[in-house]
C-alpha cells in the first residue's frame, strides 16, 4: 500500500530563514548544520539552496562525502569527528574540519603524519554532559592540539548548549560562564550558540553561529 503522504521541500523558505539568522547574528560566520540528510530535507539539496553559507556541519564523514561528490566546495565541519584513524586520510583529501571531544581522537591526530594541516574544534563540556573535554581537561587537550604535526595552527573553540531554548532557565548563561572560563587566555574562534542561542541569547555568537532546525 502507497503512502500519501508527502514533504514539500521550500527552497525560498530555507533562504529567507537564513537571512533571518544572518540579521539575528550580525558580522557572524554561519556553519549551517544539515546533519542527518538536513533533518530529512535533503542535504544536498539544501547545501546548494544555502551556497551563502560560510560552511556547513555535519555529523559524520559519509555525510562530507555526499557534499563533496555533489560539488559543494564550502568548508564542511564533522561535528561528532572522526571514529578511526583511517577517516583522517580522507579528512584530508576532501579538506574536512574535525570537531575533537576525547583523548581518542587526539591520540588519532598524533599519530598522523605532517602534510597538509587539518582544521580542528576543540569541544569543551560546558555543562550539557553529553560530549567534550570537562574543564579542567582543555588546557592539556590543547596543548596536545597544537604539538600534532596534522593539526592546523588556529584551533577553533565550542561548546554546545542544552536548553538554550528555555529563556527563563539561566542554564545557558551558566554555561557560557563556564565556557569562557575553560578558554580564557586561548587563541581560536569561538562557536557556541545554536538555533535558540542565536535568537535567544545574543551574547553567545561568539566568531561562528550554528543554525540548524531554525533554517
Known amino acids: 500500500m502507497t503512502r500519501p503522504a508527502q514533504a514539500l521541500i521550500d527552497i ?4 529567507h530563514n537564513l537571512t533571518r539568522v544572518q540579521a539575528a547574528a550580525p558580522g557572524r560566520r554561519v556553519m549551517a548544520i544539515i546533519k542527518a540528510d538536513a533533518y530529512g530535507h535533503g542535504i544536498v539539496r539544501v547545501a546548494r539552496a544555502l551556497a551563502a553559507v560560510d560552511g556547513f556541519g555535519v555529523a559524520s564523514i559519509d555525510e562530507a562525502l555526499v557534499l563533496r561528490a555533489a560539488g559543494v566546495t564550502r568548508p564542511i565541519t564533522l561535528l561528532e569527528g572522526v571514529f578511526e584513524r583511517a577517516e583522517l586520510a580522507l579528512v584530508r583529501q576532501h579538506g574536512l574540519s574535525v570537531v575533537v571531544h576525547n583523548a581518542a581522537q587526539i591520540e ?4 598522523v603524519e605532517a602534510g597538509a594541516p587539518i582544521p ?3 569541544k569543551i563540556d560546558s555543562g ?8 579542567p581537561e582543555v588546557p592539556a587537550a590543547r596543548q596536545r592540539l597544537e604539538a600534532c604535526a596534522a593539526v592546523a595552527q588556529s584551533i577553533g573553540l565550542m561548546t554546545h548548549f542544552a536548553c538554550a531554548d528555555e529563556r527563563s532557565n539561566s542554564a545557558t548563561q551558566q554555561q557560557q560562564i563556564c565556557f569562557e572560563q575553560a578558554t580564557a587566555g586561548l587563541a581560536g574562534e569561538r562557536s557556541c550558540a545554536n538555533s535558540a542561542a542565536i535568537l ?3 551574547q553567545t ?6 543554525p540548524g ?3
Do not use: N, S, T
Request: hydrophobic share 60%; no cysteine.
Open 128 to 135: 550539557m554532559h553529553r560530549l567534550g573535554f570537562a574543564p
Open 120 to 122: 580542528v574544534w576543540l
Open 213 to 215: 532546525i531554525m533554517l
Open 12 to 15: 525560498q523558505a530555507l533562504q
Open 200 to 202: 535567544a541569547w545574543p
Open 205 to 210: 555568537h561568539g566568531d561562528w553561529v550554528r
Open 108 to 111: 588519532m591526530l598524533e599519530q
